[in-house]
């Protein structure tokens, strides 16, 4: 009869490691998994922020031009009422000098208006041309007047925040230059008298 092989204490050992790194192992997928489920579910939050940020940043600015539409038009309102006093006290004003005082009052109050909204007109008359805020409709000469001076004005423009949004259409001064000195004149022509006086001698 055969006796049983008896194990060493090292080969027991060897299954008892094996069982171990087994069960690390398993251990190490469980927490990777549980990261993975915690990183995809961080990733599904922000994702739905973000869309949700999207849809509030819209309404935001939709809302936000519609209070400043709101804003300027009840700017613009007071003038419009006094314009429609003016045109109905036309016909009754006694001279056209009333009637041209409420237009000029009107208008100063427009021009105020445009400056609560940082809008502001262009100089130009009597100022150097400046290509970025004029715009030369044509060109005279003024002798009295310097070289690419603005001496009238059609047009008035306007900036809005200190950016041109119309350039004032203007008439620029334009000197003729001089001309150039003539040339030495040329010895006049002989005279038939003279060309015989010549020939003979």
């Known amino acids: 009869m055969k006796k049983k092989k008896t194990e060493t204490p090292r080969e027991q050992k060897q299954p008892d490691m094996k069982k171990n790194e087994l069960e690390e192992q398993h251990i190490r997928i469980d927490n990777l998994q549980k990261e993975k489920d915690e990183l995809f579910a961080k990733l599904q939050r922000v994702s739905a ?8 940043t819209a309404k935001q600015i939709a809302d936000t031009i519609g209070y400043e539409k709101e804003k300027l038009i009840k700017t613009l309102l007071p003038t419009l ?21 409420g237009i000029q009052i009107i ?9 609560s909204h940082n809008v502001e007109q ?4 009597g100022e150097p041309f400046d290509p970025a805020q004029h715009e030369a409709m044509m060109r005279k000469t003024e002798h009295g007047k310097e070289e690419n ?6 047009q008035k423009g306007y900036k809005l925040n200190g950016r041109v949004i119309r350039p004032s259409k203007v008439i620029v001064n334009k000197l003729t230059q001089e001309q150039p000195a003539k040339q030495e004149a040329e010895p006049p022509e ?5 060309c015989q006086t010549t020939d003979t001698e």
Not at 149 to 154: A, D, G, Q, Y
Not at 190 to 194: A, G, P, S, V, Y
């Open 122 to 125: 262009i100089k130009a008359l």
């Open 190 to 194: 002989q005279t038939i008298d003279e």
């Open 81 to 101: 009422d006094n314009l429609e006093h003016t045109l109905q006290n036309a016909q009754s004003a006694e001279t056209v000098g009333v009637l041209l005082k």
């Open 107 to 115: 208008y100063d109050q427009m021009l105020d208006i445009m400056k």
């Open 149 to 154: 001076i603005v001496l009238e004005e059609f």
């Open 49 to 56: 922020d973000y869309a949700n940020l999207q849809k509030r």
